[in-house]
T-cell receptor, first 116, second 115 residues
């Protein structure tokens, strides 16, 4: 079974600085998808960024980017120019690429605090 | 579009009571899911439904039943609630046929406390 590990239960960063959240995963598949979800205090799960395993280029969405290292099974999230609204729980998630199997396996999350 | 809706938002049950959590989506998605979120555990899949009329167990199905009533609705039932089922429950949906094939859309969650 696939597993997703987030080894940083909590992180903090000064406003406007850059922070990197770590995620590692274990799978025997060669094609899959990886995601970062944000969960603010409202509890709503919000997709931040996704990465297809077959793509070598790292995904980027505005201030959010990933460092995808397929051989190392590592998928870290970098948040640049941190803002107060970035304070939330961040979950790394894995999904197989099989059609009809869109189940997500989540890590345990990293709580990000932004220091004004 | 309302997206994914869940009712109720909060619920307190006594041990042994039963209840059904309701979920509906208006995005014409084929696949629907139920997750539970516990402190320090992330989200874990309880049951999922790949299409109307089909359901399958996820990682933590014990103590739960589900019904895929139609394409829109996917309910989760606790027949005899236990304190270990105190959690936040999320419903989600996705559509492998859509252009946004990768994304699951989540409801706002139900906080359930079993005393």
């Amino acid at each position: 079974a696939q597993t997703v590990t987030q080894s940083q239960p909590e992180m903090s960063v000064q406003e406007a600085e850059t922070v990197t959240l770590s995620c590692t995963y274990d799978t025997s598949e060669s094609d899959y998808y990886l995601f970062w979800y944000k969960q603010p205090p409202s509890r709503q799960m919000i997709l931040v960024i996704r990465q297809e395993a077959y793509k070598q280029q790292n995904a980027t969405e505005n201030r959010f980017s990933v460092n995808f290292q397929k051989a190392a099974k590592s998928f870290s999230l970098k948040i640049s120019d941190s803002q107060l609204g970035d304070a939330a729980m961040y979950f790394c998630a894995y999904r197989e690429s099989n059609f009809g199997n869109e189940k997500l396996t989540f890590g345990t999350g990293t709580r990000l605090t932004i220091i004004p | 579009n309302a997206g994914v809706t869940q009712t109720p938002k909060f619920q307190v049950l006594k041990t042994g009571q039963s209840m059904t959590l309701q979920c509906a989506q208006d995005m014409n998605h084929n696949s629907m899911y139920w997750y539970r979120q516990d402190p320090g555990m992330g989200l874990r899949l309880i049951y999922y439904s790949a299409s109307e009329g089909t359901t399958d167990k996820g990682e933590v199905p014990n103590g739960y039943n589900v019904s895929r009533l139609n394409k829109r609705e996917f309910s989760l039932r606790l027949e005899s609630a236990a304190p270990s089922q105190t959690s936040v429950y999320f419903c989600a949906s996705s559509d492998p046929g859509s252009i946004l094939v990768y994304e699951q859309y989540f409801g706002p969650g139900t906080r359930l406390t079993v005393t």
